[in-house]
């Protein structure tokens, strides 16, 4: 997750200077940065669109891949159930969530230019709202939007609901070894965290989309998700092992470090900040 928000800064409007800089593009592949891996050379030209369903398709060619390897080892004999394969696919979308979430979002991640136009901020050459191809982008954004972070969330929203009327049914056995991935790192009293963290790592997620054009309105909102989370962590206490709770506190509490640090590399205006901070 540390470094799945790490990815997420990287979307910041926010020049990140040696040797942070060097550090957040080494992780832009796990953003599934297609420029990374030069898909325009695979392609034969650097088209954005074919860019983009490359990158949408990254997910679902790795989990056909992953369902392809487990079905193999269950010809030959392990014991690997429909409950297995389903904990393997859910456990991967929740390692990589905000990464899917950041990389279906980048349409709608919008800066402006000097020209009063605005263009994105992961390819300049692209105006928003105004051409075919960022039309192209959009429509294709909002199927992603819909078949990843707003399917993922629903389902375990839907899920979590129903882990209490699943277990005083008699179907608990059932709920530990299915979605496992999702309960199986809390103890019962805390079954939610789940879907909490989960909600954590989508407005992680949308900070740099929502506040595209406001570098320092970024940095305040993405300190306060950090902040508030962290408090609830502090609080719930949620995971089984008091080793993995005070891991993930320090984990928090570097994140929120880095994300002061930007603070001082943030170039605004002075009279912005003023009216901005009061």
Same mark, same amino acid.
């Given at each position: 997750?540390? @470094?799945?928000?790490?990815?997420?800064?990287?979307?910041?409007?926010? *020049?990140?200077?040696?040797?942070?800089?060097?550090?957040?593009?080494?992780?832009?592949?796990?953003?599934?940065?297609?420029? @990374?891996?030069?898909?325009?050379?695979?392609?034969?030209? *650097?088209?954005?669109?074919?860019?983009?369903?490359?990158?949408?398709?990254?997910?679902?060619?790795?989990?056909?891949?992953?369902?392809?390897?487990?079905?193999?080892?269950?010809?030959?004999?392990?014991?690997?159930? !429909?409950?297995?394969?389903?904990?393997?696919?859910?456990?991967?979308?929740?390692?990589?969530?905000?990464?899917?979430?950041?990389?279906?979002?980048?349409?709608?991640?919008?800066?402006?230019?000097?020209?009063?136009?605005?263009?994105?901020?992961?390819?300049?050459?692209?105006?928003?709202?105004?051409?075919?191809?960022?039309?192209?982008?959009?429509?294709?954004?909002?199927?992603?939007?819909?078949? &990843?972070?707003?399917?993922?969330?629903?389902?375990?929203?839907?899920?979590?609901?129903?882990?209490?009327?699943?277990?005083?049914?008699?179907?608990?056995?059932?709920?530990?070894?299915?979605? !496992?991935?999702?309960?199986?790192?809390?103890?019962?009293?805390? &079954?939610?965290?789940?879907?909490?963290?989960?909600?954590?790592?989508?407005?992680?997620?949308?900070?740099?989309? @929502?506040?595209?054009?406001?570098?320092? @309105?970024?940095?305040?909102?993405?300190?306060?998700?950090?902040?508030?989370?962290?408090?609830?962590?502090?609080?719930?206490?949620?995971?089984?092992?008091?080793?993995?709770?005070?891991?993930?506190?320090?984990?928090?509490?570097?994140?929120?470090?880095?994300?002061?640090?930007?603070?001082?590399?943030? *170039?605004?205006?002075?009279?912005?900040?003023? !009216?901005?901070?009061?």
């Amino acid at each position: 997750a540390a @470094v799945q928000s790490l990815g997420a800064f990287r979307q910041l409007q926010i *020049d990140w200077v040696p040797p942070v800089d060097v550090l957040l593009d080494l992780l832009c592949i796990l953003a599934f940065d297609i420029q @990374v891996i030069k898909a325009e050379c695979m392609v034969g030209e *650097d088209d954005p669109v074919k860019n983009y369903v490359m990158r949408l398709l990254l997910y679902p060619v790795f989990a056909c891949c992953l369902l392809l390897a487990l079905l193999l080892l269950r010809a030959l004999g392990h014991p690997i159930d !429909r409950d297995r394969i389903l904990n393997s696919q859910g456990l991967i979308i929740l390692i990589v969530y905000i990464s899917l979430a950041l990389s279906v979002a980048l349409p709608f991640q919008c800066i402006p230019n000097p020209n009063g136009t605005d263009s994105l901020a992961s390819n300049p050459a692209v105006v928003c709202w105004d051409s075919e191809v960022h039309a192209a982008l959009a429509g294709l954004g909002v199927v992603g939007l819909l078949f &990843y972070p707003i399917a993922i969330l629903s389902l375990v929203i839907y899920i979590t609901i129903r882990h209490p009327a699943l277990i005083a049914s008699g179907q608990g056995l059932m709920v530990a070894r299915r979605y !496992r991935f999702i309960f199986n790192r809390f103890p019962p009293e805390r &079954y939610f965290y789940g879907l909490l963290y989960l909600i954590r790592g989508t407005l992680i997620a949308l900070v740099p989309v @929502v506040f595209a054009a406001m570098a320092m @309105v970024q940095v305040l909102a993405m300190g306060t998700v950090l902040v508030f989370f962290s408090a609830l962590q502090s609080r719930l206490w949620p995971w089984r092992t008091t080793a993995a709770n005070l891991s993930d506190l320090g984990i928090n509490f570097g994140l929120l470090i880095c994300i002061m640090g930007a603070s001082f590399l943030v *170039d605004v205006k002075q009279e912005y900040g003023e !009216r901005l901070l009061g």
